[in-house]
């Protein structure tokens, strides 16, 4: 199994940028994709993106897309999301996960480890 924590989330104002990073440790990192997770205050956990074993390819939610950017150190074990253009609406815990299959999935259920997520407060 592998253990995930994640960094990074503070308040930032709208129109900001702000780095996640979601550090692995334990099973082989390479072997799994990784997505990323939020949930706001009485909303569903959502999909925000998912990457790739080696970083080649990307999903991302329609929401986001254009102003998140996912990318990933095998080296480092590592994953980050970069967001930029924050909005209001961005605020919520975010979490990343990771599942031992090489296909990218959006929906939680598919994804078997957790990271304790990470605070974002986007204000005007």
């Known amino acids: 199994q592998v253990q995930l924590v994640e960094s990074g989330g503070r308040l930032v104002q709208a129109g900001g940028s702000l780095r996640l990073s979601c550090a692995a440790s334990g099973g082989t990192f390479s072997r799994y994709v990784l997505g990323w997770f939020r949930q706001a205050p009485g909303k569903e956990r959502e999909f925000v993106a998912a990457?790739?074993?080696?970083?080649?390819?990307?999903d991302y939610a329609d929401s986001v897309k254009g102003r998140f950017t996912a990318s990933r150190d095998n080296a480092k074990n590592t994953v980050f999301l970069y967001m930029n253009s924050l909005k209001l609406e961005d605020t919520a815990v975010y979490y990343c996960?990771?599942?031992?299959?090489?296909?990218?999935?959006?929906?939680?259920?598919?994804?078997?480890?957790w990271g304790q997520g990470t605070q974002v407060t986007v204000s005007s």
């Open positions: 996960a990771a599942r031992g299959k090489i296909d990218l999935r959006h929906s939680a259920t598919d994804y078997n480890y």
């Open positions: 990457i790739s074993v080696n970083g080649g390819s990307t």
